[in-house]
């Protein structure tokens, strides 16, 4: 057998690995452990490759290879090992980013190489295809975390002509591809890089913060797509194999989660929704309804009264860094025989699973934690449902107001429990930009203030009682 | 059009289906370790940017190529640090089993 064959098992292998973690990634007992057998997977092929001849010599440059997965590790391992979870997002737009950057570079790089030769029209539509998509989930990430990481406004930035703008570029780029196909011109190549960054900026700029979860699963799914058209032209079997897998499975996941969002994949996209804010961010409106505020004292008191408790965690909680707090919280209810649990609403947060990931972070028994049809059925029998820092999540406009931007989406009807409780930090609205008719329900307290701030003093209050 | 493509494009049609077949039932609350893992995953990339280093033999060919394997690390390192991080919250507490009711948590 040869090198080249054994090589090529091992990275048979390896790719049979990433199936098995992906499948892993299925199931929470399992994924942890699928994670560890992609990552071995890969640390094999890596190495393999460090002995796999390429054009019938050895590779060229090892010790600048090993110095750019060196620079990889330095950078990389710190940033992801001690970032805040809050900003796990961002991290993974970012990443996402690098990966497709990475993709575009080795399809150029590639053309170069083998542009002497004269290569097929396929494999430079190849090439094309993984700069055009590289480049453009390169550029759309970086948009991404900047809108995350708050470096830019998160609401939806949208300008006269918009569309026809996009049209404009996005033909641009496809006129700029026949070019490169016909002439085998290299220059145009880079003129073709600079159209789909611009495309990638334009497409993320009028998709508002709260869909961008959506948004970075379809970059990563296009990442994907990007390194399957980098495995033809370097005739990579193993890359063919990961960027499929990759971006079928992330396009599934795309869709799997917009639907969790009560909406379609093209209205999250195109629809800038959330760029006007209709609520007022009143405490008082038109009408004189007004908003019901109180201590976090009154609260504990509440709680103290009741059996059975729903905490219902959003984006607000991530934020205070108040998971621990309110599972101290939760354990106080619990020792005096009340029932807890935690309404998830599974696009609560800035990501899907977000508040699981801040919740288990807390070390809070995953077994308390329920889903969204489950915590309705629990909350027709509970007497507080405790918003903390979410918001449309719980909006009844998502139900009743047909021309609610969030109608359809389904929510968890805190409105169901004999008392509502929302910590908040001010009247501003929540991230879709609407008013929630919740806030001035009858049954509704409002305890203003961070949350983390207004948990622990209710815990004290707790105590002392 | 050559055997090869026709091998590869096998190899990506059937990819697809397998691809879509073994996420489909997972459950919202692995979407997002989900989605961190598959990206991970296409930093395999990382593979085809050292192939395309150990090639180079221009100075620019060499510039592009170094500069993809940073980023391709980058993408692969942070990919399964994240995602591990992210999983090592989601272990199942040891004393109460996923079969329990919540009357046994209610003490």
Redesign the interface.
Known sequence: MSRVTLIDLI?LF?ATT??L???G?????R??L???V??FG?VV??VA??F?P??GHA????P??I???V???V???P???FVKMTA??Q??A???G??G???A??S???F??IKASHP?T?VALEVLLGVLIGTFSFAGSAISFAKLQELMTGRPVTYPGQQVINGVVGLAALVTIGWVLVSASQTMLWVLLGLSAMLGVLFVLPIGGADV?VL??LL?AF??VA??A???T?????????????????L??TR??SK?MGRSLPNILFSAFGATVTASGATERADGRSVRSGSPEDIAIMLGFASRVVFIPGYGLAVSQGQHVLRELADLL?SK?????YG?H?VAGR????M??LL??A?V?????V?MDEANTELQTADVALVVGANDTVNPAAVDDKTSPIYGMPIIHADLAENVVFLKRSMRPGFAGIENELLYNPKTTLVFGDAKDTLTKMVAAVKAS | ?GN??LQ?AT??ML??????E?????????????????????????????????????N???I??????????????????????????????A??P?A?S?SE???
């Open positions: 990275y390896s990433f199936v973690a992906l499948k990634l299925g199931s929470p007992k994924a942890r699928g994670n560890m992609a990552a890969m092929a890596v490759t460090f796999r390429v054009d590779i060229y440059h090892v600048l290879m110095l750019g997965i620079i990889g590790l950078v990389a391992v940033v992801a090992r796990m997002p991290l993974v970012i990443f996402n690098v990966g950057g990475a993709a570079l080795v150029i790089t590639e170069m190489h097929a396929y979860p970075i699963s990563n990442t994907g390194v399957a980098s495995g033809f370097l005739g990579s079997n193993l890359l063919i194999v990961a960027g499929t897998l990759v971006g079928a499975s992330g599934l996941l799997l989660m969790a619990e025989g009340i029932e807890v649990f998830i599974p990501m899907p699973g977000h699981n990931v288990a972070e070390n028994p995953y077994e308390q934690l889903e | 059009m090869a493509l590869y190899v990506f990819t697809i289906f397998v691809g879509v073994i996420i489909a039932k997972v459950p919202s609350i692995l979407h997002t370790p989900l989605m961190s893992g598959s990206n991970a995953i296409h930093g395999v990339i990382l593979v085809g940017s050292m192939t395309i280093l150990g090639a180079a033999t221009t620019a060919e060499e592009l190529g170094f500069l993809a394997v940073i980023l391709a690390a980058l993408n692969v390192v942070g990919g399964f640090v994240v995602t591990d991080r992210m999983l090592e919250m989601f272990k199942p507490k004393k109460t996923k329990g919540t948590v209610a003490k």
